[in-house]
């Protein structure tokens, strides 16, 4: 059949991945010691959000549940793991991580099912990103008297996730934990338990030692239980600014280290001698790669006033061709948002930027009439004190400043509290490096965006955080030798 013609030139047939690979259970108990165990508390749904179909029933790990976790993982770290020589504890983490290889599809789809990101991103994004995680802290596990931290483990993490990568995050907590002679107790958000559930299994499969890792599922309540439990010796959190504080808070004064993983308002720096045709796919990229569930998002473009109308014509053509909708469809771009709650907050907020006086515009696009969707947005006219560019949306949304000079973009981009990521896009070497000085963020990215790598480390300043995930510095948070807080 002739493809009907339409403004974005040609539809698509869709190719949606077959979901027959994942096998997800009416109900799952909590993983403690090696083995689902039923919990003593209440049980939650997990939902699809680009349908709403309910996927499966969740147990709600209570007080009771989060102690035997950390009691199993302190019996496990006492007797096993803590003793086991690093070229043994290497052995497990390279067989999970080519389970993880070998699973891979399963995982993908899962994940697209569970959050509603599209396989194209799970599958070539997140899960390799996974399993490369797992394989390079494997490597680390016998050289550790090399990190420059020592080799003597803390004993028992307490890890908490947020939704917006399940599996990757959790890969980022686990893997440097175990590789360093920690054991864990992990609890994954509340909407997207099942890949980490999943993760549970590919334990099993590996003939980890029981109690090794434990995944308590829950809400807010059972991850305060965790970070706030006597017999955990760290604490690394992953999420909003908010409940980051509220940690700090919880375990001040005690003998628990901690490090956070928070929230981010990334400036993407367009100069007027970049190759603006890349620059447009970096600025894609950056906001609306995951659905702009991402904390390091660009979700501020500093363009320069010479090329704004150019770079800004450019985009909204390049919108138009984003494809939104099912998650499984090879084709599709942006998916759905992952909760009725963080859709409404990212309604209101935009609602704020154009009651406040910012453009606003999306391509004409049509959105499923189920689950929970919002548009590639972006809004022009911002000024600094709008609440669009102060804030993080955590959304498909993008807001427009312009510079003049790169003075005036480096004051620009450091007037967040925030400092997690930057992008800089020029032809010229040297203004990269002077960003790149200037910059108060983790990571500045030059003429790229959103690129991650297990080697290299990644983590925030001001109320972006503290700590390092990834690379020799990912090892300093779970080592006696390493950490200052
Ligand atoms: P969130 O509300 O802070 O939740 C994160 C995790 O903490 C969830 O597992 C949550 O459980 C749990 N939690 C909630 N209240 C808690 C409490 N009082 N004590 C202990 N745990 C508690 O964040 P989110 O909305 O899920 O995630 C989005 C945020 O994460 C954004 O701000 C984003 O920037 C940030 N993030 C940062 C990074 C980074 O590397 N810097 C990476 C990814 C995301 P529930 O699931 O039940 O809410
Ligand atoms: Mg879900």
């Given at each position: 059949?002739?493809?009907?013609?339409?403004?974005?030139?040609?539809?698509?047939?869709?190719?949606?991945?077959?979901?027959?690979?994942?096998?997800?259970?009416?109900s799952y108990g909590l993983f403690v010691n090696g083995e689902f165990v039923d919990g003593h508390g209440k049980s939650f749904k997990t939902i699809s959000p680009s349908t709403e179909e309910v996927l499966a029933e969740i147990a709600e790990a209570d007080e009771a549940d989060v102690d035997n976790a950390v009691k199993a993982a302190r019996r496990a770290y006492t007797r096993v793991w803590g003793r086991m020589p690093g070229s043994e504890r290497a052995k497990?983490?390279?067989?999970?991580?080519?389970?993880?290889?070998?699973?891979?599809?399963?995982?993908?789809?899962?994940?697209?099912?569970?959050?509603?990101?599209?396989?194209?991103?799970?599958?070539?994004?997140?899960?390799?990103?996974?399993?490369?995680?797992?394989?390079?802290?494997?490597?680390?596990?016998?050289?550790?008297?090399?990190?420059?931290?020592?080799?003597?483990?803390?004993?028992?993490?307490?890890?908490?996730?947020?939704?917006?990568?399940?599996?990757?995050?959790?890969?980022?907590?686990?893997?440097?934990?175990?590789?360093?002679?920690?054991?864990?107790?992990?609890?994954?958000?509340?909407?997207?338990?099942?890949?980490?559930?999943?993760?549970?299994?590919?334990?099993?499969?590996?003939?980890?030692?029981?109690?090794?890792?434990?995944?308590?599922?829950?809400?807010?309540?059972?991850?305060?239980?965790?970070?706030?439990?006597?017999?955990?010796?760290?604490?690394?959190?992953?999420?909003?600014?908010?409940?980051?504080?509220?940690?700090?808070?919880?375990?001040?004064?005690?003998?628990?280290?901690?490090?956070?993983?928070?929230?981010?308002?990334?400036?993407?720096?367009?100069?007027?001698?970049?190759?603006?045709?890349?620059?447009?796919?970096?600025?894609?990229?950056?906001?609306?790669?995951?659905?702009?569930?991402?904390?390091?998002?660009?979700?501020?473009?500093?363009?320069?006033?010479?090329?704004?109308?150019?770079?800004?014509?450019?985009?909204?053509?390049?919108?138009?061709?984003?494809?939104?909708?099912?998650?499984?469809?090879?084709?599709?771009?942006?998916?759905?948002?992952?909760?009725?709650?963080?859709?409404?907050?990212?309604?209101?907020?935009?609602?704020?930027?154009?009651?406040?006086?910012?453009?606003?515009?999306?391509?004409?696009?049509?959105?499923?009439?189920?689950?929970?969707?919002?548009?590639?947005?972006?809004?022009?006219?911002?000024?600094?004190?709008?609440?669009?560019?102060?804030?993080?949306?955590?959304?498909?949304?993008?807001?427009?400043?312009?510079f003049r000079t790169p003075a005036e973009a480096v004051e620009k981009a450091n007037n967040t509290p925030y400092g997690l990521s930057a992008g800089v896009w020029t032809d010229k070497g040297s203004r990269i490096l002077h960003m790149?000085?200037?910059?108060?963020?983790?990571?500045?990215?030059?003429?790229?965006?959103?690129?991650?790598?297990?080697?290299?480390?990644?983590?925030?300043?001001?109320?972006?955080?503290?700590?390092?995930?990834?690379?020799?510095?990912?090892?300093?948070?779970?080592?006696?030798?390493?950490?200052?807080?």
């Open positions: 059949m002739a493809a009907k013609k339409t403004s974005t030139a040609f539809e698509y047939a869709p190719a949606p991945e077959s979901r027959a690979i994942v096998d997800i259970k009416p497990y983490l390279f067989r999970i991580a080519r389970i993880i290889q070998e699973r891979g599809r399963e995982l993908a789809v899962l994940e697209s099912i569970d959050n509603g990101k599209p396989i194209k991103e799970t599958r070539d994004v997140d899960i390799p990103i996974v399993a490369a995680h797992f394989f390079y802290y494997a490597g680390w596990a016998d050289k550790l008297e090399y990190s420059g931290y020592g080799s003597t483990p803390l004993g028992v993490a307490g890890q908490v996730i947020p939704w917006n990568f399940p599996l990757l995050m959790l890969a980022w907590k686990i893997a440097p934990a175990l590789a360093c002679g920690n054991t864990v107790v992990l609890k994954p958000a509340e909407t997207t338990p099942l890949t980490a559930l999943l993760f549970a299994e590919i334990c099993q499969q590996a003939d980890l030692p029981p109690g090794v890792v434990n995944i308590i599922t829950g809400a807010g309540a059972t991850g305060q239980a965790l970070v706030g439990h006597p017999d955990v010796d760290k604490v690394a959190f992953t999420g909003s600014t908010a409940v980051g504080k509220a940690i700090a808070k919880a375990v001040a004064g005690s003998h628990k280290k901690v490090t956070l993983e928070l929230g981010g308002k990334a400036a993407n720096i367009v100069f007027d001698d970049a190759p603006l045709d890349q620059a447009v796919e970096g600025i894609v990229n950056g906001i609306f790669f995951n659905q702009g569930h991402v904390c390091c998002a660009g979700s501020r473009l500093l363009v320069q006033e010479s090329v704004a109308d150019d770079v800004l014509a450019r985009l909204k053509r390049r919108m138009a061709t984003l494809r939104v909708g099912d998650p499984l469809d090879k084709n599709t771009d942006i998916g759905a948002i992952n909760s009725a709650e963080q859709l409404a907050k990212i309604r209101e907020l935009s609602d704020i930027g154009e009651a406040e006086g910012a453009g606003r515009w999306s391509p004409p696009c049509e959105l499923p009439k189920h689950g929970f969707w919002f548009p590639p947005t972006v809004f022009t006219n911002v000024t600094q004190a709008h609440r669009i560019a102060r804030e993080e949306i955590f959304g498909p949304v993008l807001s427009v400043l312009t790149a000085n200037k910059l108060r963020a983790g990571v500045v990215w030059a003429n790229t965006f959103n690129k991650f790598d297990p080697t290299s480390p990644f983590g925030g300043y001001k109320e972006s955080g503290y700590g390092r995930e990834g690379g020799r510095h990912g090892l300093a948070a779970y080592l006696k030798g390493g950490v200052e807080q």
